[in-house]
C-alpha cells in the first residue's frame, strides 16, 4: 500500500471534491477507510437526498481498484438493492481499473451514476428494466427510497464492519 499516494488523492479529494460530497476520514490510524456524504444531484429524483459511502482502499491500493459501497439505501439500477449497496461502475471492475485514476474522478464517477443510471450495466436487471420501460414508475419509486432512507444524514456502519 502507498500512504504516500493515500495521503495524496485523501488531500485532493478533500480540497477539491466532487460537487455535492463531503469527504472524511474517521479514522486516525487508518487512512483506508473514507467516510462521504453525498447530497442528491438536483434535478434528479435524489436531488432531496443525503447518501451515504465508504471507501475502502485495498493493501495493494492504486494497482488495485477502491472499494466503494452506499451505506444508504437507494433505488438504482447500479446499486445492490439491499444492505450491501454494491455499485456497478466500469472503472471500479479490476480488468478495468488504472493505477493512474485520479480517486477524485472515481468519486465524480460515482455522482455520475445519480444523474445518469447505466441501465445497460446493472447490478439490478429489475430496476434496469423499469427505468428504460417505465420511467414514471422507476422516479415514484426512487423518490420514495430517498424519503424513506435518505431524508437525514447518512449513517456509516461501525469501524468494526468494515474491516
Same mark, same amino acid.
Given at each position: 500500500m502507498s500512504s504516500k499516494r493515500i495521503t495524496k488523492d485523501f488531500a485532493s479529494c478533500s480540497a477539491s471534491p466532487p460537487d455535492g460530497m463531503s469527504i472524511t476520514m474517521p479514522y486516525e490510524d487508518d487512512i483506508t477507510i473514507w467516510h462521504i456524504t453525498l447530497q442528491g444531484p438536483a434535478n434528479t429524483v435524489y436531488a432531496k437526498g443525503q447518501f451515504g459511502l465508504v471507501v475502502r482502499l485495498p493493501s495493494n491500493y492504486p494497482f488495485k481498484p477502491p472499494v466503494i459501497t452506499f451505506t444508504t439505501r437507494i433505488y438504482h #439500477?447500479?446499486?445492490t438493492n439491499d444492505s450491501l449497496g454494491n455499485i456497478c461502475l466500469a472503472m471500479l471492475k479490476t480488468d478495468n481499473w488504472k493505477p493512474a485514476y485520479p480517486l477524485v474522478n472515481v468519486l465524480q464517477a460515482v455522482r455520475n451514476?445519480?444523474?445518469e443510471p447505466q441501465p445497460d450495466d446493472p447490478l439490478e436487471a429489475r430496476i434496469a428494466d423499469e427505468?428504460?420501460?417505465h420511467r414514471a414508475s422507476f422516479?415514484?419509486?426512487a423518490t420514495q427510497y430517498v424519503t424513506r432512507y435518505a431524508s437525514? #444524514? #447518512?449513517k456509516f456502519p461501525a469501524r468494526a464492519a468494515l474491516v
Open positions: #439500477p447500479n446499486v451514476l445519480l444523474v427505468y428504460r420501460s422516479d415514484k419509486e437525514g #444524514p #447518512p
